[in-house]
T-cell receptor, first 110, second 113 residues
């Protein structure tokens, strides 16, 4: 399966701390995306990193991509209670489909 | 406001009773897709459409049908729902298949008894 796998499955941190979640995948990709999902709601796109990029920033988000290891990480700095959500990586291998992982459930404790 | 709208948001039905979940987007997107989300399995693609009158199977198409008669609409049809189709369903769209960011609807929670 091309599905990405996030690690850890769940993460609990204090407000103000940084949160790091990882994604591993199995096949070559065109790009990798991260999405956020508040409980039971639709997914919201956070950031896209292309296969020829190694790092990308967007506000408090930092994404890295290591195509040799087929892995990516999402770092959320200075976390807030409002960051509590599930985070999914999605890989685009050019097959007209994004393959989503099972997600990391992040809880930020005020 | 740019959005993907799904209806109904919640539905409880019984085995065998045909139902349709509607999806509409107002962004003139060519690509639309349906996913189902189940605990521990993440999101799995059911069907997708590259443009009007062009649809194709995703990873889990069994038991579902779709149509794309207009660019903005992409309904998901369950001809004879079964309990294993109890799930949270999401419609998503993007400008074209290779443009990246997917815009998701708010989801439709379906329970089949």
């Amino acid at each position: 399966s091309q599905q990405g796998e996030e690690d850890p499955q769940a993460l609990s941190i204090q407000e103000g701390e940084n949160a790091t979640m990882n994604c591993s995948y199995k096949t070559s990709i065109n790009n990798l995306q991260w999405y956020r999902q508040n409980s039971g709601r639709g997914l919201v796109h956070l950031i896209l990193i292309r296969s020829n990029e190694r790092e990308k920033h967007s506000g408090r988000l930092r994404v890295t991509l290591d195509t040799s290891k087929k892995s990516s990480s999402l770092l959320i700095t200075a976390s807030r209670a409002a960051d509590t959500a599930s985070y999914f990586c999605a890989t685009d291998a050019g097959a007209n489909n994004l393959f989503f992982g099972t997600g990391t459930r992040l809880t930020v404790i005020p | 406001e740019a959005q993907v709208t799904q209806n109904p948001r919640y539905l409880i039905t019984v085995t065998g009773k045909k139902l349709t979940v509607t999806c509409s987007q107002n962004m003139n997107h060519e690509y639309m897709s349906w996913y189902r989300q189940d605990p521990g399995l993440g999101l799995r693609q059911i069907y997708y459409s590259m443009n009007v009158e062009v649809t194709d199977k995703g990873d889990v198409p069994e038991g579902y049908k779709v149509s794309r008669k207009e660019k903005r609409n992409f309904p998901l049809i369950l001809e004879s729902p079964s309990p294993n189709q109890t799930s949270l369903y999401f419609c998503a769209s993007t400008l074209s298949a290779n443009t990246g960011e997917l815009f998701f609807g708010e989801g439709s929670r379906l329970t089949v008894l």
